[in-house]
Every structure is written in C-alpha cells, then in structure tokens.
C-alpha cells in the first residue's frame, strides 16, 4: 500500500470541503444569490461523501483482508479497477500478501496429507494420548496389533493386556522396553518405545510399539540349530563306540562256549550286552532325529495347489478320523489357490498339524476339526486347522514352537518346530491361540 499517495488523497478532500465549506459561507452571508449556495452545498455533499467512501472502503478491504487471515480462508480477490490508482495499489498489495498465504496454506496442507499417508502406512504401531489419558491419535497399526478398531483412553489397553498397560504409563520418557504381551489368546514380543512432549501448552505421551515376535522367533530357531549341531557332534561321538563295541561283544558271547559260566550269569550277561545295544541304537536313532533338523532343508519350489493338497491329506488321514471318531468340517471358497511352495515339506507340515489336532481329540466325545482356507489379500493365503479339544494353557503355548518341547508321552518335539522352520523358508508364518477346555486354532499364512 502507497501510504503517500493515501495521505495526499485525505488531504486533498479535506482542503476541498474546507474552501467549499468557506465559499458557502461567504456566498451565504455576502450574497443574495439563490442558486450559487445549492451548488456549493451539493459540492460539498459530494466531497464528504467521497472522503466518506474512500476511507471506508479501504478499512472494509482491510477487514475483509484479516479476517480471511484469520478463518484461513484465502480465496478472495481484492479488485482496484476503476476506483483509482491508490486504491489499485492496496488491492496489489493484498492480493500479493494472500497468494503467499496460499502458497504456505497448500504447503501446509501437503505435508498433513504426507504425515498422515506415512501414519496410515507404517508398519510400527502409534499411539498419542494427553495427560489425562485422552487417545488423540492411533494409526491402523496399532488398532490390528492391539485387535481393537477403536480407543478413547489409554486405560483401554488395560483390559486388553495388563503388563502392557502399565508398562506404557510407568515407562521413563526415552526409554525402550521387550515386553510379551498377550492379545486376543495369542502371545506376541512387542518393543515398547515412549516419549513425553509439549504442544501449545499439553503434554502428550507418544507410544511407539513394534511386533518383534517374527525376528525373535528366527533369532531363536538359529540359536537351537547351533545348540543342535554342537551337541549331536559331541554325543555321535560318544554313542557310536559304544555301539559298535556292544554288537561286538554280544557277537562274542553268542559264539563263545559260555558252559562253564552258571546259567543265571550267561542270560544276565546276554540280557544286559543286549540292552546296552538297544538303548544306544535308540539314542543314536534319537539323535539322528534331531541332527536332521539342525540342518536347513534345500526347498524344491513348484506350483502347489493348497486345495488339492488339503483334500488329498484329508482323504488319506480319513481312516484316523474315522477311528477316533471325529468329524471334519472343510470352508474352502476355491477350487484352486496356488502357492510357490516345496509340495513335500508342505505337506510334512499340513500333516504335522493334522495329526497334532487328532492326537488332541482323542478319547473326547463330539470332536471336531474345521479346516478353512481363504485369499487374504492379492499375494496371500490364509489357512486355520482348528479343533474342539482341551486346548492349552498360556505356558504351553508360549513353548510350544520351542525345539524338543513336547507334551506327549512318545513325542520328540520336534514336529511343530519343524512346521514353524518350514514356514519360514517360505516366507510364512505359524502361529497359534488356544485356551484351556476351549480349543486350539493353528493360523498359517502364505
């Protein structure tokens, strides 16, 4: 704005209102003259009222101008066309000043569209919440990682597990903790990060929480797979002397004229060599077990349709279903959902799981394995083999994946360690929720 030229336009007005203003008087008290004096005096009229406009108009274009400030709304254009050049300037000058206020307010705008879309998108669960415990934001990781579509307070996590709660609110600003959580029946690793900060005078807490468990799960698959291999070195070398060396002796003693030892002391001798054979070639068969699974098997990727497959295990495990008296509930949408798999490890593994669910039924009355295979997305496929058994109790399930673990009296434990090892090298995971005298659901994903 010419501020200049709007203190010569005032003064020019003012001057001419008081040399009219002087003329009407002289002309009023010196004269006689009728029509000089209306003249005069419509002049005037005129002159006031231009001041008039003039000084309101630019005070409404100011006006309107900070209140489009204020709302933010920068969409009005100041026109100065036809109202002279001062006039043209001030609009100039506030058309300039909104366009640079748009500019910022789409700047603006672009970077809440950015935070929000990365909000939306990342993988690490948010969480923001007031003083008072007021949730101000949580993102779409976070609600299916807590498996609650909405949270007005942070107290709501309490119901969903405990320690998780009161680590979020006890935490020290800055500070990391691993904390194990259970949700909806399933026991998951979380790395709990919080940080305290100040906006406009409110505190905030921010609560970063990442699922952990897959790394962890990997990390601990590879440390049983050392562990393995450095004891199944050491005990082969122990075992197979002692079973060499056992078959010789009882060869020895079968050949040799034992008539002279009493009778009682040959079939001791003969007994004993014979159990020491046995119970070495059942430890070196045992161990052989376990080698075989320390090492990493060479997957041999094909096509693999998981219906065909389930339909055919089904039908071959029928027999056992049959015997234990239970009864199988398929829910399969598809005629045909392929993945890239290895079809004999695959199949290891369905069968695994199958025969656990069997195991787990047996002697009960009205069971019942459901067996449902669905499309979770464009890339996956989700599979549940689910039975109405005892279930298990938070302690199993947290071992259960866990190599050598086992609740059976003939098991080795290392079946669903296998299943979970298999999963990996295809890029998909096992899980499992279960709950005492309320079944057992194993979730697979490919």
Known sequence: MNLKNFRLNIIIRVLL???LSLVLAFVLIKTEWLFTPIVIGILLISVATSLTWYVE???SDLTQFLLSIKQGSFTNIFKGTGKGSNQAQLSQAFNAVIEEFQKISIEKESQYQYLRTLNENIGISIISYTGDGEIELI???AKNLLKKPYL?????????????HKAIVTLHSGERQVIKAYIKDEIIQLSLHVKDFILQNKSFRLVLLQNIHIELEQKEVEAWQKLISVLT?????SVTPIVSLSSAINQMLHNEDLSKLPADDQEDIITSLQ????RSKGLLKFVNAYKDFSKTP???????NIVSMIERLTSLLKPDLEKSNIRLVMDIKARELKVKADHELLEQVLINLIKNAIEALDGAENGEISIAVRRAGARKIAMTIEDNGPGMSKETIDRIFTPFYTTKKKGTGIGLSFARQIMKLHNGSVTVQSELKKGTVFHLEF
Do not use: C
């Open 17 to 19: 209102i008081m040399v």
């Open 57 to 59: 108009k630019t005070n």
């Open 139 to 141: 993102n779409p990781a």
């Open 152 to 164: 007005k307070n942070i107290k709501d996590i309490e119901a969903i597990d405990p320690a998780l």
């Open 233 to 237: 070195h050491e005990i082969m070398n």
């Open 275 to 278: 159990t020491i054979e046995n």
């Open 298 to 304: 060479e997957l041999k990727i094909t096509d693999v």
